[in-house]
């Protein structure tokens, strides 16, 4: 066996070693994460802040931000309901084709946006499947909300459910068991066991659902036909500003997007640290 200082230095590196390799992470962060920050905030507030706060009184600008904000109240709930019951069906059940299941939660992680956007467009444009039935009836999915939302709802779905499989399967079905055979229902054995014991990972799935589907480009820019005022969400709006060289108020819209990051950010660690701390508290039990 290896005494005390052989395993200390077999595990720990030189100084210089550790310093290096915390120097190159920190450049590295700073070069791709830290300074682009900086500069949208910076050219978003080039002009003053009067500038800044105009930039939110357009029509189009604020067309976009409710837009965004619609997308989201919607995709992220329809997301909420899939991911708590397909992860709920993958680690509490065995059924056949479970591992298809799987697979297809992970598809639009390895599937582009943009990708996607065109199936959708093929599917319910004007010229796709179902288009002309779809007109037929008066109903317009592409170049309207209704595929904004398909789009972002399509690459948003794994996220949920995938905090939650890992976490209830590593759980087992030990605790719903108890519940049921003490005279739970179903539904008030998941209401009052199943649920409370996954909320840190539920709500952190949410979290970054939320902050994907307002930020989401690629697939919004396929469905959405870019019509200024109705069907551009925030992302496409900047490029839109940006492409008009208005700098000011493509980095102002930005800016909003940046926030939106640094609050996912701050409640992701947050939720990292509580998450963290019942895993622990559930070990020690």
Known sequence: MLDRSSRRRATTEAFSTRFLLTLAALVFLGL???LP?????????????????????????????????????????????????????????????????ITFIDLPFSVS???SGLVFVLLFGA????????????????FALPGIVL???????????????????DQGTTDEEAALTLGASGFMTFLTVTLPNVRWALLYGVLLCNARAMGEFGAVAVVSGHIRGETNTMPLHV????????????????SLLALLAL??????????????????ARGAH
């Open 37 to 101: 920050l900086v500069v949208v905030f910076v050219e978003a507030f080039r002009n003053g802040a009067g500038a800044y706060f105009t930039s939110f009184q357009e029509p189009d600008a604020q067309a976009a931000i409710r837009l965004t904000l619609t997308v989201a109240a919607i995709a992220v709930p329809l997301n909420l309901v899939f991911g708590i019951a397909a992860s709920w069906a993958v680690a509490k059940f065995e059924f056949r084709g479970k591992s298809l299941l």
């Open 32 to 34: 791709f994460l830290v």
């Open 263 to 280: 609050v996912t950010l701050a409640a992701k660690s947050f939720l990292e640290w509580r998450y963290g701390e019942s895993i622990a």
């Open 239 to 254: 490029e839109i500003l940006y492409n008009e060289y208005n700098f000011v108020a493509a980095f102002a819209v930005a």
């Open 151 to 169: 789009a972002t709802v399509f690459v948003t779905f794994p996220f949920v459910a995938r905090e939650l499989i890992p976490l209830m399967q």
């Open 127 to 142: 010229q796709g499947y179902f288009g002309s039935w779809l007109k037929m009836y008066g109903v317009q999915v592409i």
């Open 113 to 115: 946006p943009v990708v």
